[in-house]
């Protein structure tokens, strides 16, 4: 089962997204900000990220560097 990490701080976005996700038979991990993601990804090993790029605390670009070195698309 493939696995995808959602960055998202939109509770019903984030909702909407898990629900689909998981229908379309994902395994699916989420943070709800940055200050979650890194805790995540030293947890988990997904297959894809999805990212919100306006976050409540920061940019979702300024995770691409740890997706990268992860080998995450």
């Known amino acids: 089962m493939k696995h995808i990490f959602v ?9 909407l997204l898990k629900m ?6 994902f395994a699916v991990s989420w943070a709800i900000g940055l200050s979650d993601v890194k805790e995540e990804l030293d947890r988990i090993d997904p297959d894809l990220a999805v990212i919100d790029i306006g ?9 691409v560097p740890a997706l990268k070195e992860k080998n995450i698309p």
């Open 20 to 25: 689909t996700l998981k229908h379309g038979g």
């Open 7 to 15: 960055v998202e701080d939109d509770a019903s976005i984030l909702q």
């Open 55 to 63: 976050l409540k605390d920061g940019l979702g670009y300024e995770i």
